[in-house]
Protein backbone atom coordinates (compact mmCIF):
# COMPACT_ATOMS: atom_id res chain seq x y z
CA UNK A 1 0.00 0.00 0.00
CA UNK A 2 1.25 3.48 -0.86
CA UNK A 3 1.85 5.74 2.08
CA UNK A 4 -0.13 8.95 2.34
CA UNK A 5 3.42 10.96 1.33
CA UNK A 6 3.25 8.82 -1.97
CA UNK A 7 0.00 9.11 -2.57
CA UNK A 8 0.56 13.21 -2.52
CA UNK A 9 2.70 12.77 -5.47
CA UNK A 10 0.97 10.69 -7.89
CA UNK A 11 -2.56 11.93 -6.41
CA UNK A 12 -2.40 14.96 -5.01
CA UNK A 13 -5.35 16.45 -3.30
CA UNK A 14 -5.92 19.45 -5.58
CA UNK A 15 -5.43 20.62 -8.95
CA UNK A 16 -5.81 24.33 -9.64
CA UNK A 17 -6.86 26.18 -12.55
CA UNK A 18 -8.25 29.36 -13.05
CA UNK A 19 -11.82 28.56 -13.15
CA UNK A 20 -12.04 25.06 -11.92
CA UNK A 21 -10.71 23.36 -8.95
CA UNK A 22 -10.02 19.52 -9.35
CA UNK A 23 -9.80 17.74 -5.49
CA UNK A 24 -10.66 14.21 -5.14
CA UNK A 25 -13.91 12.25 -5.12
CA UNK A 26 -15.65 12.49 -1.15
CA UNK A 27 -18.42 10.16 -0.25
CA UNK A 28 -21.18 13.02 -0.23
CA UNK A 29 -20.46 14.13 -4.45
CA UNK A 30 -22.78 10.83 -5.48
CA UNK A 31 -25.80 12.14 -4.97
CA UNK A 32 -25.11 14.31 -7.76
CA UNK A 33 -23.43 11.73 -9.71
CA UNK A 34 -26.77 9.80 -8.95
CA UNK A 35 -28.62 12.66 -10.24
CA UNK A 36 -26.58 13.16 -13.39
CA UNK A 37 -26.52 9.61 -14.37
CA UNK A 38 -30.68 9.89 -14.60
CA UNK A 39 -30.15 12.61 -17.19
CA UNK A 40 -30.59 10.40 -20.93
CA UNK A 41 -28.93 13.31 -22.72
CA UNK A 42 -25.82 12.58 -20.63
CA UNK A 43 -26.49 8.74 -20.81
CA UNK A 44 -26.63 9.26 -24.52
CA UNK A 45 -23.78 10.48 -25.02
CA UNK A 46 -20.77 8.79 -22.18
CA UNK A 47 -22.07 4.94 -21.96
CA UNK A 48 -22.50 2.24 -24.20
CA UNK A 49 -25.65 1.39 -22.82
CA UNK A 50 -28.33 4.01 -23.21
CA UNK A 51 -31.15 2.45 -20.13
CA UNK A 52 -30.74 3.78 -16.90
CA UNK A 53 -28.27 2.84 -14.05
CA UNK A 54 -29.75 2.00 -11.35
CA UNK A 55 -28.76 3.05 -7.98
CA UNK A 56 -26.68 0.02 -7.10
CA UNK A 57 -24.73 0.20 -9.83
CA UNK A 58 -24.01 4.16 -9.63
CA UNK A 59 -22.51 3.19 -5.92
CA UNK A 60 -20.76 0.71 -7.51
CA UNK A 61 -19.03 2.45 -10.40
CA UNK A 62 -18.53 5.55 -7.63
CA UNK A 63 -17.32 3.69 -5.14
CA UNK A 64 -14.38 1.67 -7.53
CA UNK A 65 -13.97 4.41 -9.90
CA UNK A 66 -13.76 7.52 -7.74
CA UNK A 67 -13.46 6.75 -4.75
CA UNK A 68 -11.19 3.17 -4.33
CA UNK A 69 -7.59 4.10 -2.90
CA UNK A 70 -5.98 3.32 -6.21
CA UNK A 71 -8.10 5.77 -8.13
CA UNK A 72 -6.81 8.40 -9.88
CA UNK A 73 -9.57 10.57 -9.87
CA UNK A 74 -10.98 14.07 -9.49
CA UNK A 75 -14.11 16.02 -8.93
CA UNK A 76 -14.49 18.90 -11.01
CA UNK A 77 -15.53 22.38 -8.96
CA UNK A 78 -16.62 25.31 -10.72
CA UNK A 79 -14.92 28.44 -9.21
CA UNK A 80 -15.07 30.94 -7.31
CA UNK A 81 -17.94 29.17 -5.63
CA UNK A 82 -17.02 25.54 -6.06
CA UNK A 83 -19.70 24.05 -7.39
CA UNK A 84 -19.54 20.59 -8.41
CA UNK A 85 -20.08 19.75 -11.93
CA UNK A 86 -18.73 16.68 -12.81
CA UNK A 87 -15.67 14.39 -12.60
CA UNK A 88 -12.72 13.25 -14.73
CA UNK A 89 -10.19 10.37 -14.25
CA UNK A 90 -7.45 8.38 -15.47
CA UNK A 91 -7.89 4.18 -16.42
CA UNK A 92 -6.07 1.60 -17.48
CA UNK A 93 -2.52 2.68 -16.05
CA UNK A 94 0.15 1.10 -18.24
CA UNK A 95 3.47 2.46 -15.69
CA UNK A 96 6.24 0.15 -18.47
CA UNK A 97 4.79 1.82 -21.09
CA UNK A 98 4.01 4.73 -19.84
CA UNK A 99 0.34 5.08 -21.35
CA UNK A 100 -2.78 5.88 -19.51
CA UNK A 101 -6.60 6.21 -20.50
CA UNK A 102 -8.77 9.77 -19.78
CA UNK A 103 -12.30 10.19 -18.83
CA UNK A 104 -14.21 13.10 -18.33
CA UNK A 105 -17.77 13.71 -17.46
CA UNK A 106 -19.59 17.48 -17.03
CA UNK A 107 -23.02 16.38 -15.60
CA UNK A 108 -24.68 19.77 -15.15
CA UNK A 109 -25.62 20.65 -18.54
CA UNK A 110 -25.18 24.54 -17.40
CA UNK A 111 -21.47 23.80 -17.26
CA UNK A 112 -21.78 22.15 -21.04
CA UNK A 113 -19.85 24.73 -23.77
CA UNK A 114 -18.58 27.33 -21.38
CA UNK A 115 -14.25 25.71 -21.38
CA UNK A 116 -14.95 23.90 -18.02
CA UNK A 117 -13.85 20.62 -19.39
CA UNK A 118 -10.96 21.59 -21.57
CA UNK A 119 -9.54 23.29 -18.62
CA UNK A 120 -10.15 20.18 -16.48
CA UNK A 121 -8.42 18.44 -19.09
CA UNK A 122 -5.35 20.41 -19.33
CA UNK A 123 -5.25 20.16 -15.61
CA UNK A 124 -4.83 16.49 -16.07
CA UNK A 125 -2.70 16.08 -18.84
CA UNK A 126 -0.55 18.62 -17.21
CA UNK A 127 -0.38 15.85 -14.14
CA UNK A 128 0.23 13.13 -16.66
CA UNK A 129 3.04 14.51 -18.46
CA UNK A 130 4.78 16.58 -16.15
CA UNK A 131 4.02 14.83 -12.46
CA UNK A 132 3.95 11.52 -13.32
CA UNK A 133 6.10 11.39 -16.12
CA UNK A 134 3.72 9.55 -18.65
CA UNK A 135 4.34 9.24 -22.89
CA UNK A 136 0.84 9.12 -23.74
CA UNK A 137 -2.58 10.03 -22.46
CA UNK A 138 -5.42 8.19 -24.81
CA UNK A 139 -8.89 8.29 -25.05
CA UNK A 140 -12.15 7.19 -26.50
CA UNK A 141 -15.43 9.15 -27.73
CA UNK A 142 -18.39 8.07 -29.55
CA UNK A 143 -18.27 10.44 -33.57
CA UNK A 144 -21.43 11.77 -32.99
CA UNK A 145 -20.28 13.68 -30.04
CA UNK A 146 -18.93 16.64 -31.50
CA UNK A 147 -18.75 18.97 -28.82
CA UNK A 148 -16.31 17.11 -27.17
CA UNK A 149 -14.44 16.02 -30.30
CA UNK A 150 -13.40 19.61 -30.77
CA UNK A 151 -13.10 20.26 -26.80
CA UNK A 152 -10.21 17.37 -27.06
CA UNK A 153 -8.78 18.81 -30.38
CA UNK A 154 -8.33 21.88 -28.40
CA UNK A 155 -6.39 20.54 -25.70
CA UNK A 156 -3.95 18.78 -28.05
CA UNK A 157 -5.49 15.56 -28.83
CA UNK A 158 -5.03 14.08 -32.23
CA UNK A 159 -6.89 11.85 -33.70
CA UNK A 160 -5.87 8.04 -34.00
CA UNK A 161 -8.12 5.73 -35.32
CA UNK A 162 -11.97 4.17 -35.58
CA UNK A 163 -13.59 1.93 -34.18
CA UNK A 164 -16.34 1.43 -36.94
CA UNK A 165 -19.98 1.62 -36.27
CA UNK A 166 -19.32 0.18 -32.70
CA UNK A 167 -22.27 2.14 -30.95
CA UNK A 168 -26.07 2.56 -31.89
CA UNK A 169 -27.77 6.06 -31.39
CA UNK A 170 -30.24 7.42 -33.49
CA UNK A 171 -31.35 4.33 -35.16
CA UNK A 172 -28.36 4.35 -36.38
CA UNK A 173 -24.49 3.03 -35.57
CA UNK A 174 -21.58 5.18 -35.39
CA UNK A 175 -17.91 5.33 -34.66
CA UNK A 176 -16.21 5.33 -32.06
CA UNK A 177 -13.16 7.64 -32.36
CA UNK A 178 -9.97 6.66 -30.72
CA UNK A 179 -7.73 10.22 -29.81
CA UNK A 180 -4.13 10.41 -28.07
CA UNK A 181 -1.80 13.03 -27.50
CA UNK A 182 2.25 12.09 -26.46
CA UNK A 183 4.26 14.08 -24.32
CA UNK A 184 6.48 15.41 -26.27
CA UNK A 185 3.41 17.08 -28.68
CA UNK A 186 2.00 18.47 -25.06
CA UNK A 187 5.24 19.87 -24.02
CA UNK A 188 5.24 21.84 -27.69
CA UNK A 189 2.10 23.25 -26.94
CA UNK A 190 2.25 23.83 -23.54
CA UNK A 191 5.73 26.16 -24.68
CA UNK A 192 3.53 28.46 -27.15
CA UNK A 193 0.54 28.47 -24.71
CA UNK A 194 0.28 32.13 -23.19
CA UNK A 195 -3.62 31.58 -21.59
CA UNK A 196 -2.80 28.43 -19.29
CA UNK A 197 -0.90 28.43 -15.99
CA UNK A 198 2.90 27.32 -16.55
CA UNK A 199 2.83 25.13 -13.64
CA UNK A 200 0.76 22.68 -11.49
CA UNK A 201 -0.54 24.25 -8.04
CA UNK A 202 1.43 23.12 -5.43
CA UNK A 203 -0.13 20.59 -3.65
CA UNK A 204 -2.46 21.38 -0.78
CA UNK A 205 -1.97 19.71 3.05
CA UNK A 206 -4.81 17.43 3.88
CA UNK A 207 -4.04 18.45 7.29
Known amino acids: MRSDVNRDHWHPPHLRGARVLLRRPRADD ?31 FFRSRLLSPDALAYSILELPAERLVGFTTFSALDVDNGSVLFHITIGERDAWNRGLGTESTELMLRHAFERLGLHRVGLTVFSFNQRAIRAYEKAGFRLEGRMREAVERDGRYWDEVQMGVLREEWLARARTATELPTRLAPVESTG
Open 30 to 60: LAAIRRWYADPELTRLTRYQTRPMSESEVEL
